[in-house]
């Protein structure tokens, strides 16, 4: 029997949730459509120390899609930093390879690398926004 999974709708829909031992993601619309999936496709991740496991069903992929390695970022809920050791605010990859899917932890960024990207997203701002209404 497949036990059933009530996702709260107060929450974000694409930012994990706790559920028992793991915590549920939904896929964005553009993540899943580069995985080959339905909108909203849920992913469950289990924190264990100095790790953080993804798993799905990924046989409902497109043939198209297993041949690309998409994947997206997902801020860490403290809850699930801690259960991982890792730092607060730390980020998980999620990404395809290979019909599989695999995660990454990556830590916080420092001062230095924020104040950068400040840096370039004000000195570019004019351009984002002109990819952003062309839809690049």
């Known amino acids: ?54 798993q799905t069903n990924l046989a409902g992929q497109t043939s198209e899609a297993r041949h690309r390695e998409p994947g997206w970022f997902i801020k860490m809920p403290s809850e699930m930093a801690e259960a991982a050791k890792v730092a607060e605010g730390s980020l998980i990859a999620i990404y395809a390879k290979s019909g599989a899917l695999y995660v990454e932890i990556l830590p916080p960024p420092s001062p230095e690398l924020k104040a950068s990207i400040n840096r370039i997203l004000n000195k570019y701002k004019e351009a984002f926004e002109e990819m952003k209404r062309r839809g690049d």
């Open 1 to 54: 029997m497949t036990p059933v999974i009530e996702i709260s709708p107060s929450l974000a829909p694409h930012q994990p949730q706790k559920v028992d031992n793991c915590w549920i993601v939904g896929m964005p619309k553009e993540i899943a459509e580069a995985f080959g999936l339905p909108e909203g496709w849920l992913v469950a991740l289990f924190a264990q120390p100095g790790s953080v496991i993804a």
